[in-house]
C-alpha cells in the first residue's frame, strides 16, 4: 500500500502555496476587498454555517457514498492528493452521489466537502477527475464559498430597496456584477485545478468532455480551441449582443471560454513558474494591497478587451475603458482615506 500522504506519482507539491497564486485577477480582488472586512467573514460563517452546512453534510451523509479507504478508494486518494499538493491543512470529505448529470461542487465554510455525482464519474478518466477535484479544493482553498455566500446576502438586501425608482435597474447591475465575478472564480478554480493534477492535457480533455460528453475520439482539443476563436471573432455588432444577452443568468464561463482560457494561462508561462516555485505565499496574504488587486483586475479587462476580436466590445472598449477608470479612481480615494 502506498503512503497516503503523498501524491501517487510525481507531482510538486505546493508548499504554504496562496490561491493569489492562481486567482484571476478579478476574482482575486473581490476576494482581497473581502477579506479585508475584518470580521465580517467570521460572522457570516457562525450565522449561515452553523444550521445550513451542518444540515446539507447530514443528507449527505444519509443519501450519498463517502469515499473512504474502503469505499471509491481511487476517489478518496484522488482528494488526499489535490490536499496535499495544495497544501490544505485540512482534507475534505468528498461524497458521491447518485446522479446521471455530470458535475462537482464544493459545500461549507469550516468544514467544506465536496460532492461528485457519478454522471461525472463515468464521464473523466482518472487524470481528468484528478482535475476536477483539484478544481472544487482550489474552490476551498480560495474561500470561494464564504465569499460568495456573503455576495448573495447583500444581493437579497438589495432586493428591499427594488421598490425605489430604478431599484430594478441598480439591482441588476449588482446580480450581473456577481454572476460575472462567480465565471472569474471557475476560471480560478480551473487554474488551480491544473496545478493540482499537473496535467495539462487532462484538464483541457476535462473542460472539452463537458461540452460534448465521453466519445473523445470523436472530439480533438486544437478543434475546439478553433470554435473559440470563432467564438470571439464570428458575426457583427449583432451577434456580440447576443452573446452578452446569452450570458445572463450563467454562473459558469462557456466551455469553449475556459479551454481557451486556460489554454491561454499555460501557454503565458505563469503555470511553469508556480510548478517551479515562484508564487505567492499564504503567509504573505495579510500584506495584499486592494489598490494593486483592482488595478490587476483592470489590466486584465484592458488586456482581454485588446484581444478580441469581437466587433460588439470593440463598440463599448471606450465605454468600459472609462468605467474601469472611475473604479480605479474610486478604490484610490478610499486606500488614501485608510492610510
Not at 450565522?47 to 446539507?56: A, D, K
Amino acid at each position: 500500500m502506498r503512503d497516503m500522504t503523498t501524491p501517487d506519482r510525481n507531482r510538486v507539491q505546493l508548499t504554504g502555496i496562496s490561491s493569489r497564486a492562481y486567482e484571476h485577477p478579478a476574482d482575486r480582488s473581490a476576494l482581497v476587498a473581502m477579506r479585508s472586512l475584518s470580521g465580517f467573514d467570521a460572522v457570516l460563517k457562525r450565522t449561515s454555517g452553523l444550521f445550513s452546512e451542518r444540515r446539507l453534510r447530514l443528507m449527505f451523509l444519509a443519501s450519498a457514498v463517502r469515499t473512504t479507504d474502503t469505499q471509491f478508494r481511487a476517489l478518496h486518494d484522488m482528494g488526499r492528493d489535490s490536499a496535499y499538493i495544495l497544501d490544505l491543512h485540512k482534507i475534505p470529505e468528498i461524497y458521491v452521489q447518485q446522479d446521471p448529470k455530470a458535475y462537482a461542487m464544493a459545500i461549507g465554510f469550516d468544514e467544506p466537502f465536496i460532492i461528485v455525482s457519478t454522471g461525472l464519474l463515468d464521464l473523466m478518466d482518472d487524470e481528468e477527475l484528478r482535475f476536477v477535484i483539484g478544481h472544487e479544493t482550489s474552490h476551498i482553498l480560495s474561500g470561494h464559498a464564504v465569499y460568495g455566500t456573503m455576495l448573495a446576502i447583500l444581493t437579497r438586501l438589495a432586493t428591499r430597496v427594488a421598490w425605489i425608482p430604478l431599484g430594478y435597474i441598480g439591482l441588476r447591475v449588482i446580480v450581473a456584477a456577481l454572476e460575472e465575478w462567480q465565471r472569474k472564480a471557475e476560471m480560478s478554480a480551473d487554474r488551480g485545478g491544473l496545478l493540482a493534477g499537473q496535467d495539462p492535457d487532462a484538464a483541457l480533455r476535462a473542460l472539452m468532455k463537458l461540452a460534448g460528453g465521453s466519445r473523445l475520439h470523436e472530439m480533438n482539443i486544437e478543434a475546439f480551441l478553433d470554435q473559440a476563436r470563432e467564438y470571439d471573432t464570428a458575426g457583427d455588432v449583432r451577434d456580440g449582443l447576443l452573446k452578452v444577452l446569452n450570458m445572463l443568468g450563467t454562473t459558469h464561463p462557456f466551455a469553449v471560454t475556459r479551454v481557451a482560457e486556460l489554454d491561454r494561462w499555460r501557454r503565458s508561462g505563469e503555470y511553469e513558474r508556480i510548478i517551479a516555485g515562484d508564487y505567492p505565499r499564504r503567509e504573505d496574504d495579510a500584506n495584499a494591497r486592494i489598490t494593486e488587486e483592482i488595478k490587476a483586475a483592470a489590466n486584465s479587462y484592458r488586456e482581454s478587451w485588446a484581444q478580441s476580436q469581437d466587433p460588439f466590445i470593440g463598440v463599448l472598449r471606450d465605454v468600459a475603458e472609462g468605467a474601469v477608470n472611475a473604479g480605479e479612481r474610486i478604490f484610490n480615494r478610499f486606500a488614501r482615506r485608510e492610510n
